[in-house]
């Protein structure tokens, strides 16, 4: 006979895996958008992306407060403590990502300049699918207990940062191009918004696979110089 407790805990994890498909099926439609290379978006997409993020606020509340609960009522055992708590450090992450999906939506459909969009989307889509990789891998080390996804998470990481400069130093390329004004620049500034976005996407990515590790091992490797 299943235990009170072990229902609070499986209903938690329930929840978190509503709110993780949540947050994949946002980066996934963000991914689409992304890959037309078109700054106007269609009004159905982003809509249901911002019908998608007042779901994912509701959850994260939702979810927080029964890991409270759980932990007052039922007095769970260290490791599942360690599990729950990893949830709940993944779902800060997660619903942050999600506030970055936004984020880039309203950046790209700021760019005034769609031409500068037109020539970098290549490279902001690559950037993209590598983060969205990362958070995919890292959710994927939680819910299996697998730590070597977690680990080439972190490992990653540096890859979405060399994306990132590559592309700025493309940017900073283009603007020496005689037509340059103040509304490419201002465009070279939302294009920089979007990939920052798009990075930090990747750092929650490894937030979340150091929750993983720590739910599998106990061992809270945050402020570890390398993981081995």
Known sequence: MISKKDNAINNILSD?????????????????LVSTGDT???????????VNEKKLDKLEVKISDKI???????????SDIRKIMACY???????????MVINIVNFIQNIKTPKVYSELS???????????????????????????????????????DEINKKMLKKAIKKSSDSDENKQLLMS????????????????HATNIAEAAIYSIEGNDIRHAKKVE
Not at 89 to 99: A, F, K, N, Y
Not at 188 to 203: G, K, L, Q, W
């Open 89 to 99: 450090r993944i779902i800060i992450s997660l619903e942050r990502v999600g506030d």
């Open 122 to 160: 290549e490279v902001v889509s690559n950037m993209l699918m590598n983060s969205s990789s990362m958070v995919n891998k890292a959710l994927l080390a939680f819910t299996n207990d697998d730590k070597e996804y977690a680990i080439w998470t972190i490992k990653n990481d540096a890859v979405a």
């Open 40 to 50: 106007n978006f269609p009004d159905g997409a982003t809509k249901e992306m911002l």
């Open 188 to 203: 070279f500034i939302n294009m920089n918004s979007v990939v920052t976005n798009i990075e930090r996407i990747a750092d």
């Open 68 to 78: 409270v609960n759980t932990i007052v009522l039922y007095q769970p055992v260290a």
């Open 16 to 32: 978190f895996e509503e709110f993780a498909n949540l947050v994949l099926h946002q980066l996934d439609s963000l991914e689409k």
